[in-house]
T-cell receptor
């Protein structure tokens, strides 16, 4: 039973398109995150939600919009995709200590 | 984001060797320190979680924190080929919304 699950695992799309990644956690955690991992494996925080409320919003283009319909779900919508958006996007959840990560969604923008 | 520095490697060692992985940091407000292991095409998974300065041991893994020097280490004893992965150090302040600041990760290869 997967604790943090993301869909889709792979996305290949053209520049200018819009895409969404969905995340769900069944751990009962209050806090969820989106991290971006670039080709050099650097993990950078993008957003954090606590009980559906945005608490961290790092310097991320407005084309990225997170949405949390409830505390078990955190989705990421990306408008007007650019080449530089190609990366692995990780969803994670936490109850205040350790972060539990999903398997990642690998986005390739052509 | 250069608050956390970590040598990316790659680091290659023979099976059975002792491995030492290190991170330095500049933010003295960091209170919680973690080591994550990430296999290829997988999400990071927690290995060690420490709060205070000193050593913490778990099986073949020892985490060491020196807050005065802003330096943390992970030691792996009797390394195995299955330890081949990327190791990421991570740390956070106590009141930062729990977001972790990660190092760039060190790629480790343990050869049989």
């Amino acid at each position: 039973d997967t604790a943090v699950s993301q869909t889709p695992k792979y996305l290949v799309t053209q520049m200018g398109n819009d895409k969404s990644i969905k995340c769900e956690q069944n751990l009962g955690h209050d806090t969820m995150y989106w991290y971006k991992q670039d080709s050099k494996k650097f993990l950078k925080i993008m957003f954090s939600y606590n009980n559906k409320e945005l608490i961290i919003n790092e310097t991320v283009p407005n084309r990225f919009s997170p949405k949390s319909p409830d505390k078990a779900h955190l989705n990421l919508h990306i408008n007007s995709l650019e080449l530089g958006d190609s990366a692995v996007y990780f969803c994670a959840s936490s109850s205040g200590g350790e972060l539990f990560f999903g398997e990642g969604s690998r986005l390739t923008v052509l | 984001q250069k608050e956390v520095e970590q040598d990316p490697g790659p680091l290659s060692v023979p099976e059975g060797a002792i491995v030492s992985l290190n991170c330095t940091y500049s933010n003295s407000a960091f209170q919680y320190f973690m080591w994550y292991r990430q296999y290829s095409r997988k999400g990071p998974e927690l290995l060690m979680y420490t709060y205070s300065s000193g050593n913490k041991e778990d099986g073949r893994f020892t985490a060491q924190v020196d807050k005065s020097s802003k330096y943390i280490s992970l030691f792996i004893r009797d390394s195995q080929p299955s330890d081949s992965a990327t190791y990421l150090c991570a740390m956070r302040e106590s009141n930062s919304g729990y977001a972790l600041n990660f190092g760039k990760g060190t790629s480790l290869l343990v050869t049989p």
